[in-house]
């Protein structure tokens, strides 16, 4: 893609990561769109950039406000590079702690309201012969642990249907780019963003200590979220961008280490696995897709 002035969309550019993003794209030139639940926080990004940004109310979790979205973004600049599904939040609790309801809000944030929003930027961005999806996942969309299983639940279902995007996506010029961060010094583990359901005595063991760590964490953590912004919107200007890009040291060393287990352990199993094929496929690999 050439270095072009381009239009961006950006979900809970209010903080974090989608306010640092904001600001390198503002920064590179570009147009941006920034999808707020609370105008007054990105109020500053406007009056600085009167004609570069337009703000736009929007519940990241709402299906149904996409099409406007996408709509209002093209009505005001004329064409749309780059979704960027940032909106999100954690609830950390055990699978018997985190209600049924707090499971689904987690699900419309993470997984349904970035498929609408992205089904309904693919017409423009086919249209153009070029464009830019930006799912931003975590290291815990990779790996997860006791207590992140809400989270890593959304997070997962994400990259799987995001994979299967790109390649279908690949042939009219839109790209997909999956962004694994590790802890960024963001407001994720605030105590008013990051939830925490209620603990029962029977996993106070395996808990405890996640609860703590995830708690007091705040402020201390290692990743820097405007250096983070830069390299992603780099990429954005780029010619290339890869499928996933795990960031910061943990993530990379993390996912590094499971990615290593789990081919130890299909080696492990291996010759059961096999054996589960008819004798006469034995050894066969298929050359379908999965």
């Not at 893609?1 to 974090?16: N, P, Y």
């Not at 279902?157 to 995001?162: H, N, V």
Request: proline share 4%; no cysteine; charged share 20%.
């Amino acid at each position: 893609m050439s270095r072009q002035t381009q239009t961006w969309i950006i979900t809970g550019a209010s903080k974090g990561f989608g306010r640092a993003l904001a600001e390198a794209a503002l920064a590179a030139g570009d147009d941006v769109v920034a999808a707020v639940r609370r105008p007054e926080s990105v109020a500053d990004l406007l009056q600085a950039h009167p004609d570069h940004l337009a703000i736009e109310i929007y519940d990241a979790s709402d299906s149904l406000l996409a099409a406007r979205l996408v709509s209002r973004t093209v009505d005001r600049f004329g064409r749309l590079d780059v979704v960027v599904n940032n909106a999100g939040r954690a609830i950390i609790g055990a699978a018997e702690e985190v209600s049924e309801g707090d499971l689904r809000a987690l699900m419309d944030l993470h997984l349904f309201g970035p498929v609408a929003l992205v089904r309904a930027a693919l017409p423009v961005m086919r249209g153009q012969g070029s464009g830019t999806i930006v799912q931003m996942s975590s290291q815990g969309g990779r790996i997860s642990f006791p207590g992140a299983g809400a989270y890593s639940a959304g997070k997962f279902a994400l990259e799987g249907w995001s994979e299967a995007l790109a390649g279908e996506v690949a042939p009219f010029g839109v790209r997909v780019m999956i962004v694994e961060p590790s802890r960024f010094r963001t407001s994720f583990n605030a105590p008013e963003v990051l939830g925490f359901a209620d603990a029962s005595s029977v996993y106070a063991g395996v808990l405890d200590a996640v609860r703590h760590d995830l708690a007091g964490i705040d402020g201390e953590q290692e990743g820097d979220p405007h250096r983070a912004a830069r390299i992603i919107t780099s990429l954005v200007h780029g010619t290339e961008v890869p499928l996933r890009l795990p960031l910061g040291s943990e993530a990379v060393e993390r996912i590094s280490a499971s990615h290593r287990r789990g081919l130890e352990e299909v080696a492990t199993w291996a010759e059961t696995a096999r054996s589960a094929d008819f004798p006469e496929f034995a050894g066969s690999v298929t050359t379908r897709p999965i």
